[in-house]
C-alpha cells in the first residue's frame, strides 16, 4: 500500500446523490462499498464529512441568522451524516467509531486522540463529526486537523470532478488538470483546493492533499495500491 492510515474527506453534498436535499441510500451504500474495499486491505481510515445537504452555518448568515448559532447548527449535521454513513459500513461488516467533537455521549464518543488512534490500529473506521467542535472553522480545517492528529499519511478529498483545475471544469470544457502541484504552486495560481487556513495548516505539516472523483468506482482502492489518480498537492512534485 502507498498510504498506511488515509483521511477521507467528503462533503456534506456528496451523500445528496440526485436529490436536492438530504441523503440519497444509494450514494451512501456506493461510498460504504468502496471504504470496505480499502478496509479490506489493511488501510486504517479516519473520515470527516460536511453538513452542506442539511444545513450550512455560512448561509444561513447571509439570510440574517447568527454565524456562531448557524455554524453550531452546521456541526449537528455533520454528526447526523456521520451517524448515516456509520449505519452504511456497519451494514457491510465494517466495525466503526463515530467521535464528536462536541460532546453528546448517547449518539458518539467524545474525540480523544489516543482513542481514536487506538481504534484505527484495531481497524475500526473512525468518523470525525462536529468539525473542530468551534464556530467560523470548516470541515476542511476539521479534516486537516484531525489528519495532524492521528498521523495520516495523506488527506483524500472525495469529489465530484477527478482533480484539481486550473478553472471550474462544469463550466469551462477547456480547463487543464493538473496531475501534481506542489503547495506553493497552489498559492501563486491561487486555485481553490481546500480553504486557507485548512490549506496553510496542511502545507506548514508536511501533509499531502489528493484531489479525486470519489463517484467513480474503485478510485478510492486504485489511489491507496499507488496508482495515478486525481491530483496530489505535496512539497514537491515527485
Known sequence: MKYRRILLKLSGEALMGSRHYGIDNARLREY??????????????????????IFRGL???AKGMDRVQGDYMGM??????GMALQGALEDTGIKTRLQSAIEMDKVAEPFIKRRAVRHLEKGRVVIFGAGTGNPYFTTDTAATLRAIEIGADVILKGTRVDGIYDSDPEKNENAKKFNSLTFEEVYKKDLRVMDMT?????HENKLPILVFDMNHKGNLLKIIQGESVGTLVNLDCN
Do not use: P, R
Open 76 to 81: 449537528l449535521a455533520t454528526v447526523i451524516n
Open 59 to 61: 448561509a444561513g448568515a
Open 32 to 53: 460504504a462499498i468502496e471504504i470496505k474495499a480499502v478496509v479490506d486491505v489493511g488501510c486504517e481510515v479516519a473520515i470527516v464529512i460536511g453538513g452542506g445537504n
Open 198 to 202: 485548512a490549506f496553510t495548516l496542511s
